[in-house]
T-cell receptor
Framework: GNSVTQMEGPVTLSEEAFLTINCTYT??????LFWYVQYPGEGLQLLLK?????DKGSNKGFEATYRKETTSFHLEKGSVQVSDSAVYFC???????????????FGSGTRLQVQP | DTEVTQTPKHLVMGMTNKKSLKCEQH?????MYWYKQKAKKPPELMFV???????INESVPSRFSPECPNSSLLNLHLHALQPEDSALYLC????????????FGQGTRLTVV
């Protein structure tokens, strides 16, 4: 079955530090890959996505590249801010069982804490 | 309009109560989803509706009963819940095509007492 593995958190950084959150996946098909962010008490917001190998998704200074050879989709940001403090979920979209329907499978989430 | 709206935001219910969670979107999405999220855990898929028909039920207990009355609305009817069902319930919607993202609502924080 499909699965997503993320690095354990929390990740604690000082403001303006470089961020990397590792994500690797296992999938039987050709999934699309996503990063979602969840701020305290809120739902999930799409941060960025990539739909095929070597695609780079980017948004708000965050980037991730779809690496098929290493089955990875690591999230990076060059300079984090306090406002980036949140939980980040890596996810893949692929067919569920034999239904032909797609849904998201999430990693366990990584909490990021950015200190002033 | 890129919003998925969920009501209520918070709900406290007893184990003998019947309540419903509501979800609405006006993006023309024909796939809608219910996810359950426990504290410090990722969302877990419960149900998927495609063209208003239930297409996936991830072995969810019958005390959770989904309903999709039309292409914009999704309900989750709750009956005889247990305290361990307390969680954040997230609704999402998406286009029915490859490589598309899902849009999530803010969730309903459910507490069963």
């Amino acid at each position: 079955g499909n699965s997503v593995t993320q690095m354990e958190g929390p990740v604690t950084l000082s403001e303006e530090a470089f961020l990397t959150i590792n994500c690797t996946y296992t999938a039987t098909g050709y999934p699309s890959l996503f990063w979602y962010v969840q701020y305290p008490g809120e739902g999930l917001q799409l941060l960025l996505k990539a739909t095929k190998a070597d695609d780079k998704g980017s948004n708000k200074g965050f980037e991730a590249t779809y690496r098929k050879e290493t089955t990875s989709f690591h999230l990076e940001k060059g300079s984090v801010q306090v406002s980036d403090s949140a939980v980040y979920f890596c996810a893949l979209s692929d067919r569920i069982k034999d239904t032909g329907r797609r849904a998201l499978t999430f990693g366990s989430g990584t909490r990021l804490q950015v200190q002033p | 309009d890129t919003e998925v709206t969920q009501t209520p935001k918070h709900l406290v219910m007893g184990m003998t109560n019947k309540k419903s969670l509501k979800c609405e979107q006006h993006m023309g999405h024909r796939a809608m989803y219910w996810y359950k999220q426990k504290a410090k855990k990722p969302p877990e898929l419960m149900f998927v509706y495609s063209y208003e028909k239930l297409s996936i039920n991830e072995s969810v207990p019958s005390r959770f009963s989904p309903e999709c009355p039309n292409s914009s609305l999704l309900n989750l009817h709750l009956h005889a819940l247990q305290p361990e069902d307390s969680a954040l319930y997230l609704c999402a919607s998406s286009l029915l095509r490859l490589n598309t993202e899902a849009f999530f609502g803010q969730g309903t924080r459910l507490t069963v007492v």
